[in-house]
């Protein structure tokens, strides 16, 4: 397995672009990844919950992991590519074919229609599918409040799963529990990689120990997270925590008007067009995003997201 990558510093989840009709707009990816590299945001996480991944088909899936594999080196762009399903045979396929594609990495959430009942279960569901690229940095995806999965605190899946696979990098950690992120750091010298997903709570997992992040509102606040980053660099808990604070608040905004869709139609207005989300995801009226633009200008975002 190559050990060359890590997550480090800000790694957006990648929206999944749409033509005005909701089918699959191939076209858009080079547009999103060339937005990316403009803000020095070097590696993009595809197919995850950012991207509608249980929205899209197997066969959609396929032709994005390929356009991406293309896309993503002109630009400078890292690709990880999310292969988690409910069927694991199609997350084991996928996984191979992001092999193949000489993905960077490969991560999966479990299945969450049947979940996995035991964690003896969730590692079996993850062997699995690594196997399928056992050359490829694999990361369990950790997001309990999508999937439903809990009771599996992160360090007792990393020591039982290392025991079986070997390509085992770590953990996509979307999960508020940091005491066991804490634990987990120090596992087997430090060996695990641990990025972390939730945005409203950054500077606390930088706290914890988190040395990169995947997340959403990296597409499109990039300069605030990074600031969070070198306040807590250099010590400076005032500027971090007021940086910090933007996200909820700019998140909040979004949701009111459905997240995906909403944070969709802002990348639209800075630019890149990436059409609507799929159902059952909605999107904003016409009269939503004026009032949606409208509070973000308020509150200063279109001077300090960048």
Known sequence: ???????????????????????????????????????????????????????LTLAERAALSDRWAKVGPQHGVKVVVHVGSNCLDD??????RAER??????????????????????????????????????????IPAMTGISGFPVDAFLE??????????????????????????????????????????YLEALDAGARGGVGSTYNFMPGVLRRIIEAHARGDRKAAEAEQARVPAVVEILAKRGYLGAAKALMRELGVPIGPARLPNGNPSAEELRAMLGELDAMGYFSWKD
């Open 101 to 142: 594609n000489r993905a960077d990495a490969v991560s999966m959430i479990a299945p969450s229609y049947f979940r996995p009942r035991t964690l003896e279960d969730l590692v079996a569901c993850c062997e699995k599918v690594a196997r399928g690229c056992p050359d490829t940095p694999f990361y369990y995806y950790d």
């Open 1 to 55: 397995m190559s050990a060359s990558f890590s997550f480090r510093g800000l790694c957006p989840a990648a929206h999944t672009p749409m033509n005005a009709d909701g089918s699959l707009n191939l076209d858009g990816v080079a547009p999103l990844a060339a937005h990316l590299a403009r803000h020095g945001l070097t590696t993009a996480f595809i197919c995850g919950t950012t991207g509608e991944s249980s929205s």
């Open 91 to 96: 997350a084991a396929e996928l996984a191979a």
């Open 160 to 201: 039982k799963a290392s025991r079986r696979i070997p390509n085992l990098a770590g953990v996509k950690y979307s999960n508020p529990d940091l005491d066991a992120m804490r634990r987990a750091a120090t596992l087997q010298g430090g060996r695990f990689d641990l990025p972390f997903g939730i945005d409203e709570r």
